[in-house]
Protein backbone atom coordinates (compact mmCIF):
# COMPACT_ATOMS: atom_id res chain seq x y z
CA UNK A 1 0.00 0.00 0.00
CA UNK A 2 3.14 2.07 0.39
CA UNK A 3 4.23 2.40 -3.17
CA UNK A 4 0.71 2.54 -4.21
CA UNK A 5 -0.04 5.65 -2.28
CA UNK A 6 3.07 6.91 -3.08
CA UNK A 7 2.53 7.09 -7.03
CA UNK A 8 -1.27 8.01 -6.79
CA UNK A 9 -0.14 11.12 -4.40
CA UNK A 10 2.51 12.07 -5.77
CA UNK A 11 3.79 12.17 -1.89
CA UNK A 12 7.46 12.63 -1.20
CA UNK A 13 9.33 10.25 1.66
CA UNK A 14 8.41 12.81 4.16
CA UNK A 15 5.03 12.48 3.71
CA UNK A 16 4.87 8.88 3.61
CA UNK A 17 6.66 8.82 7.30
CA UNK A 18 3.75 10.99 8.47
CA UNK A 19 1.06 9.10 7.20
CA UNK A 20 2.14 5.82 7.47
CA UNK A 21 4.32 6.12 10.79
CA UNK A 22 7.58 4.74 9.89
CA UNK A 23 10.77 5.33 9.02
CA UNK A 24 12.24 6.65 6.18
CA UNK A 25 14.30 4.16 5.61
CA UNK A 26 11.78 1.71 5.88
CA UNK A 27 9.51 3.73 3.25
CA UNK A 28 12.44 3.42 0.53
CA UNK A 29 13.05 -0.47 1.52
CA UNK A 30 10.09 -1.02 0.93
CA UNK A 31 9.26 1.16 -1.92
CA UNK A 32 12.23 0.00 -3.61
CA UNK A 33 11.31 -3.32 -3.01
CA UNK A 34 7.58 -3.22 -4.46
CA UNK A 35 8.30 -1.15 -7.08
CA UNK A 36 11.59 -4.02 -8.97
CA UNK A 37 8.54 -6.53 -8.18
CA UNK A 38 6.11 -4.72 -10.13
CA UNK A 39 8.33 -4.01 -12.73
CA UNK A 40 9.26 -7.45 -13.09
CA UNK A 41 5.99 -8.08 -14.26
CA UNK A 42 6.03 -6.10 -17.46
CA UNK A 43 6.73 -9.32 -19.65
CA UNK A 44 3.40 -10.43 -17.92
CA UNK A 45 0.87 -7.98 -18.24
CA UNK A 46 2.66 -5.86 -21.16
CA UNK A 47 2.43 -8.16 -24.12
CA UNK A 48 2.50 -8.15 -27.72
CA UNK A 49 -0.71 -7.52 -29.79
CA UNK A 50 -2.37 -10.41 -31.67
CA UNK A 51 -0.97 -10.01 -35.17
CA UNK A 52 -3.81 -12.65 -36.98
CA UNK A 53 -6.98 -10.88 -35.27
CA UNK A 54 -8.65 -7.75 -36.44
CA UNK A 55 -9.22 -5.61 -33.24
CA UNK A 56 -13.30 -5.25 -32.78
CA UNK A 57 -13.08 -1.45 -32.47
CA UNK A 58 -11.96 -1.82 -36.15
CA UNK A 59 -14.08 -4.75 -37.19
CA UNK A 60 -17.46 -3.49 -36.35
CA UNK A 61 -17.05 0.24 -37.27
CA UNK A 62 -17.82 1.85 -40.51
CA UNK A 63 -15.31 4.50 -40.25
CA UNK A 64 -12.87 2.26 -39.81
CA UNK A 65 -13.32 -1.19 -41.85
CA UNK A 66 -12.01 -2.33 -43.92
CA UNK A 67 -9.98 0.96 -44.70
CA UNK A 68 -7.76 -0.11 -41.56
CA UNK A 69 -8.36 -3.98 -41.11
CA UNK A 70 -4.87 -4.56 -40.98
CA UNK A 71 -3.72 -2.13 -38.31
CA UNK A 72 -2.58 -3.74 -35.21
CA UNK A 73 -1.96 -1.03 -32.75
CA UNK A 74 -0.97 2.79 -32.18
CA UNK A 75 2.26 3.90 -31.39
CA UNK A 76 3.12 7.41 -29.38
CA UNK A 77 5.59 9.09 -27.24
CA UNK A 78 4.53 11.03 -24.00
CA UNK A 79 6.61 13.21 -21.65
CA UNK A 80 6.57 11.99 -17.84
CA UNK A 81 7.97 14.52 -15.63
CA UNK A 82 12.11 13.99 -14.26
CA UNK A 83 13.62 14.47 -11.91
CA UNK A 84 17.46 14.76 -12.97
CA UNK A 85 21.00 16.14 -11.66
CA UNK A 86 21.98 19.47 -12.40
CA UNK A 87 24.80 17.94 -14.29
CA UNK A 88 22.56 16.27 -17.20
CA UNK A 89 19.35 17.96 -16.44
CA UNK A 90 19.65 19.96 -19.98
CA UNK A 91 19.38 16.54 -21.95
CA UNK A 92 16.12 16.09 -20.21
CA UNK A 93 14.07 19.48 -21.20
CA UNK A 94 12.45 19.52 -24.18
CA UNK A 95 10.46 21.84 -26.00
CA UNK A 96 8.49 23.19 -23.24
CA UNK A 97 12.15 23.70 -21.09
CA UNK A 98 10.54 21.25 -18.13
CA UNK A 99 12.33 18.69 -17.51
CA UNK A 100 10.92 15.38 -18.49
CA UNK A 101 11.71 11.69 -20.14
CA UNK A 102 10.53 10.18 -23.26
CA UNK A 103 8.67 7.52 -22.91
CA UNK A 104 7.07 5.00 -26.22
CA UNK A 105 4.48 2.94 -26.13
CA UNK A 106 2.57 0.76 -28.18
CA UNK A 107 -1.00 0.21 -27.69
CA UNK A 108 -4.25 -1.58 -28.67
CA UNK A 109 -7.70 -0.24 -29.37
CA UNK A 110 -9.16 -1.32 -26.02
CA UNK A 111 -6.53 0.76 -24.47
CA UNK A 112 -4.07 -1.85 -23.26
CA UNK A 113 0.00 -1.02 -23.37
CA UNK A 114 1.41 -3.67 -25.73
CA UNK A 115 5.09 -2.10 -25.55
CA UNK A 116 6.58 0.29 -23.87
CA UNK A 117 10.54 1.40 -23.44
CA UNK A 118 10.98 4.47 -20.67
CA UNK A 119 13.52 6.54 -19.26
CA UNK A 120 14.49 8.12 -22.54
CA UNK A 121 15.92 12.38 -22.14
CA UNK A 122 13.09 14.68 -22.58
CA UNK A 123 15.05 16.49 -25.29
CA UNK A 124 15.11 13.18 -27.30
CA UNK A 125 12.76 12.92 -30.31
CA UNK A 126 9.96 10.74 -30.55
CA UNK A 127 10.56 9.21 -33.65
CA UNK A 128 14.93 8.67 -32.53
CA UNK A 129 13.31 6.46 -30.05
CA UNK A 130 11.48 4.39 -31.96
CA UNK A 131 14.55 4.10 -34.37
CA UNK A 132 16.69 3.42 -31.83
CA UNK A 133 14.12 0.21 -30.63
CA UNK A 134 13.82 -0.59 -33.91
CA UNK A 135 17.59 -1.41 -34.52
CA UNK A 136 17.81 -2.88 -31.09
CA UNK A 137 17.81 -6.36 -31.71
CA UNK A 138 17.44 -6.94 -27.82
CA UNK A 139 14.55 -4.64 -27.29
CA UNK A 140 11.86 -6.70 -27.59
CA UNK A 141 10.36 -4.06 -29.86
CA UNK A 142 7.03 -6.12 -31.30
CA UNK A 143 7.87 -5.79 -35.39
CA UNK A 144 4.77 -6.67 -37.05
CA UNK A 145 4.28 -9.38 -39.65
CA UNK A 146 4.61 -8.34 -43.57
CA UNK A 147 1.07 -6.57 -44.69
CA UNK A 148 0.23 -5.29 -40.87
CA UNK A 149 0.83 -1.90 -39.41
CA UNK A 150 1.26 0.18 -36.62
CA UNK A 151 -0.84 3.76 -36.90
CA UNK A 152 1.78 6.82 -36.18
CA UNK A 153 1.53 10.57 -36.52
CA UNK A 154 3.10 12.51 -39.06
CA UNK A 155 6.70 13.05 -36.16
CA UNK A 156 7.13 9.38 -37.87
CA UNK A 157 8.06 8.11 -40.74
CA UNK A 158 5.54 6.54 -43.42
CA UNK A 159 6.93 3.04 -44.33
CA UNK A 160 6.48 -0.77 -43.94
CA UNK A 161 5.29 -1.52 -40.65
CA UNK A 162 4.16 2.10 -39.79
CA UNK A 163 1.36 3.82 -41.44
CA UNK A 164 1.61 8.00 -41.33
CA UNK A 165 -0.54 10.27 -41.62
CA UNK A 166 -0.25 13.25 -43.99
CA UNK A 167 1.34 16.38 -43.41
CA UNK A 168 0.31 20.15 -43.82
CA UNK A 169 -2.63 18.43 -43.64
CA UNK A 170 -5.46 19.16 -40.49
CA UNK A 171 -4.96 15.79 -38.18
CA UNK A 172 -5.42 16.42 -34.59
CA UNK A 173 -9.39 15.97 -33.47
CA UNK A 174 -9.70 19.17 -32.58
CA UNK A 175 -8.27 21.00 -36.01
CA UNK A 176 -10.87 19.53 -37.56
CA UNK A 177 -13.71 19.98 -34.71
CA UNK A 178 -12.42 23.90 -35.29
CA UNK A 179 -13.50 24.16 -39.26
CA UNK A 180 -16.44 25.16 -40.19
CA UNK A 181 -16.15 23.88 -43.81
CA UNK A 182 -16.14 19.88 -42.40
CA UNK A 183 -13.63 17.44 -44.07
CA UNK A 184 -12.57 18.95 -47.61
CA UNK A 185 -11.07 16.26 -49.42
CA UNK A 186 -9.50 12.57 -49.28
CA UNK A 187 -6.33 13.67 -47.58
CA UNK A 188 -8.33 15.18 -44.59
CA UNK A 189 -10.24 12.92 -44.21
CA UNK A 190 -7.82 9.84 -44.00
CA UNK A 191 -6.41 12.01 -41.36
CA UNK A 192 -9.38 12.93 -39.59
CA UNK A 193 -10.00 8.87 -39.59
CA UNK A 194 -6.54 7.88 -38.84
CA UNK A 195 -6.32 10.72 -35.75
CA UNK A 196 -9.55 9.91 -34.32
CA UNK A 197 -8.30 5.36 -34.39
CA UNK A 198 -4.73 6.81 -33.27
CA UNK A 199 -6.32 8.67 -30.96
CA UNK A 200 -6.55 5.81 -28.51
CA UNK A 201 -2.89 6.14 -27.53
CA UNK A 202 -3.28 9.24 -26.29
CA UNK A 203 -6.48 8.22 -23.91
CA UNK A 204 -4.20 5.69 -22.72
CA UNK A 205 -1.58 8.31 -22.08
CA UNK A 206 -4.54 9.90 -20.62
CA UNK A 207 -5.76 7.61 -17.81
CA UNK A 208 -1.95 6.43 -16.78
CA UNK A 209 -1.51 10.38 -15.94
CA UNK A 210 -4.75 10.83 -14.04
CA UNK A 211 -4.53 7.65 -11.90
CA UNK A 212 -0.81 8.36 -11.16
CA UNK A 213 0.10 11.76 -10.59
CA UNK A 214 3.41 11.16 -9.47
CA UNK A 215 4.08 10.95 -13.81
CA UNK A 216 2.93 14.37 -13.23
CA UNK A 217 5.23 15.24 -10.70
CA UNK A 218 8.12 13.10 -10.02
CA UNK A 219 10.09 13.02 -7.06
CA UNK A 220 13.37 12.67 -6.01
CA UNK A 221 14.17 9.11 -7.26
CA UNK A 222 17.18 8.47 -9.33
CA UNK A 223 16.81 8.10 -12.67
CA UNK A 224 17.02 4.50 -12.53
CA UNK A 225 14.16 4.26 -9.97
CA UNK A 226 12.31 6.78 -12.21
CA UNK A 227 12.28 4.30 -15.40
CA UNK A 228 11.54 1.72 -13.07
CA UNK A 229 8.22 3.78 -11.44
CA UNK A 230 6.88 4.10 -15.29
CA UNK A 231 7.21 1.07 -16.38
CA UNK A 232 5.21 -0.06 -12.99
CA UNK A 233 2.28 2.58 -13.70
CA UNK A 234 2.03 0.75 -17.16
CA UNK A 235 1.93 -2.55 -15.67
CA UNK A 236 -0.82 -2.09 -12.53
CA UNK A 237 -2.68 0.10 -15.85
CA UNK A 238 -2.74 -2.80 -18.20
CA UNK A 239 -3.50 -5.07 -14.92
CA UNK A 240 -6.69 -2.71 -13.88
CA UNK A 241 -8.21 -2.55 -17.87
CA UNK A 242 -8.04 -6.75 -17.60
CA UNK A 243 -9.56 -6.77 -14.16
CA UNK A 244 -12.10 -3.87 -13.63
CA UNK A 245 -13.56 -3.22 -16.83
CA UNK A 246 -16.09 -0.77 -14.92
CA UNK A 247 -12.81 1.55 -13.84
CA UNK A 248 -14.26 4.59 -13.98
CA UNK A 249 -11.15 5.98 -15.45
CA UNK A 250 -11.30 3.83 -18.33
CA UNK A 251 -14.84 5.00 -18.54
CA UNK A 252 -14.02 8.43 -18.65
CA UNK A 253 -11.25 8.34 -21.37
CA UNK A 254 -13.06 5.43 -23.18
CA UNK A 255 -15.42 6.89 -25.71
CA UNK A 256 -13.55 7.62 -29.00
CA UNK A 257 -12.88 10.94 -29.52
CA UNK A 258 -12.25 12.44 -25.97
CA UNK A 259 -8.94 14.45 -26.14
CA UNK A 260 -6.74 14.16 -22.20
CA UNK A 261 -5.84 16.98 -20.72
CA UNK A 262 -1.80 17.95 -22.71
CA UNK A 263 0.73 18.68 -19.57
CA UNK A 264 4.27 18.53 -21.00
CA UNK A 265 3.31 17.19 -24.61
CA UNK A 266 3.40 19.53 -27.63
CA UNK A 267 1.45 19.00 -30.89
CA UNK A 268 3.78 20.41 -32.74
CA UNK A 269 6.10 17.06 -31.99
CA UNK A 270 6.53 16.89 -35.74
CA UNK A 271 8.92 17.99 -37.67
CA UNK A 272 8.28 21.08 -39.73
CA UNK A 273 9.07 20.15 -43.08
CA UNK A 274 7.17 20.44 -46.03
CA UNK A 275 5.28 17.69 -47.51
CA UNK A 276 4.20 14.41 -45.87
CA UNK A 277 5.75 11.68 -43.58
CA UNK A 278 6.46 10.19 -46.41
CA UNK A 279 9.72 12.08 -47.16
CA UNK A 280 11.37 10.58 -44.72
CA UNK A 281 13.51 7.38 -45.03
CA UNK A 282 14.84 7.96 -48.92
CA UNK A 283 17.47 5.45 -48.42
CA UNK A 284 14.79 2.45 -48.19
CA UNK A 285 12.77 4.02 -51.48
CA UNK A 286 11.52 0.56 -52.84
CA UNK A 287 9.84 -0.20 -49.16
CA UNK A 288 8.84 3.99 -48.84
CA UNK A 289 7.06 3.38 -52.31
CA UNK A 290 5.02 0.53 -51.09
CA UNK A 291 3.83 2.04 -48.03
CA UNK A 292 3.06 5.25 -49.90
CA UNK A 293 0.66 3.16 -52.23
CA UNK A 294 -1.13 1.76 -49.24
CA UNK A 295 -1.38 5.42 -48.10
CA UNK A 296 -2.77 6.17 -51.09
CA UNK A 297 -4.99 3.42 -51.65
CA UNK A 298 -6.52 3.65 -48.44
CA UNK A 299 -7.32 7.20 -48.55
CA UNK A 300 -9.15 7.19 -52.05
CA UNK A 301 -10.51 3.90 -51.30
CA UNK A 302 -12.20 5.92 -47.72
CA UNK A 303 -13.24 8.82 -50.29
CA UNK A 304 -14.71 7.03 -52.76
CA UNK A 305 -17.01 5.66 -49.84
CA UNK A 306 -17.60 8.79 -48.25
CA UNK A 307 -21.28 10.51 -47.75
Given at each position: ??F???IS?KA?????????????ST??V?F????K?I????Q????????DAI????R??P??????Q?????????????????????N??????????NM??I?????LF?????GW??????????TT???????G???PP??????????Y????GFLAS?RN??Y??R????RA??IN?P?EL?NYRH???H???E???G?L???F??????????L????E??????V?H??????N????LF??Y??????P??DF?SD?????????????????Q??N?F????QD??????Y????
Open positions: MIVYVQTNRMAMEDWQHSGISVTRICAASLSTFIKPPNFPDEIWNKYYPYFNCVGAIDGTHIAANAPADVANFRGRKSTVTSLACSFDMTYVVTEGAVHDSRVLQLEDPTSFPHPGKYYLVDSGSNKPFVPHLDARRGGGTFASLNCIRCFVKARPILRYMTNFSIRQRIAMCCCLNFIRLHRGDPDRGVDGVMPSDDDAPSSSGTARDQGANSNNNANDMRIMFEMLNYN
